[in-house]
């Protein structure tokens, strides 16, 4: 399979690229900040030197959670203000990014670097395997079940109620 040039590699992809090297290098953080994925995209220069628009598609074009602006990509999930993180299946996004690229094509992938996406392939689902099983709001359907367990609603209010007026 041919591979392009590290010229040739589309900023998105470049992107993507940077923050999934952080993550197989730092498998215990979950996320980086906006300055580690710059910092590592100038230490790394996919495409050969650091281009202008590397910074804004870390803040905004690859972010699927934010609003397309004016790319689409679902490269990356803001995971709260500054920080960012590789987006995966079941990730929430932006209706406006539905069925945009979310990974480099195996043929844009630059000499070097398609070993990212087996890599990425395996990390993707065990993340959305961690993910689907724990969900914090979905993790309390039906703890309060036993609120009442040994008496009435109506019984509750009243003993509640007890000795106002």
């Not at 498998?27 to 202008?52: C, H, L, N, T």
């Not at 709260?80 to 406006?96: C, E, I, Q, S």
């Not at 990390?123 to 367990?149: I, Q, R």
Request: charged share 25%.
């Amino acid at each position: 399979m041919p591979t392009l040039s590290r010229t040739r590699v589309r900023i998105a992809d470049e992107v993507w690229i940077v923050t999934a090297l952080l993550h197989r290098e730092n498998p215990s953080q979950g996320d980086f900040s906006v300055d580690q994925i710059m910092e590592r995209a100038m230490k790394e220069q996919v495409a050969g030197a650091i281009r202008p628009g590397v910074y804004v598609h870390v803040i905004q074009h690859c972010v699927a959670n934010r609003p397309p602006n004016p790319a689409r990509y679902r490269m990356l999930l803001e995971t709260r203000p500054g920080r960012r993180r590789l987006f995966h299946k079941g990730d929430p996004y932006h209706p406006g990014r539905e069925g945009s690229k979310s990974i480099p094509k195996p043929e844009e992938m630059p000499v070097g670097y398609s070993d990212l996406l087996r890599w990425y392939s395996d990390w993707s689902n065990a993340a959305t395997t961690v993910s689907s099983g724990t969900d914090p709001l979905l993790a309390l359907a039906g703890s309060g079940k036993t609120l009442w367990a040994d008496e009435h609603a109506d019984a509750y209010v009243r003993r509640l109620r007890e000795g106002w007026e």
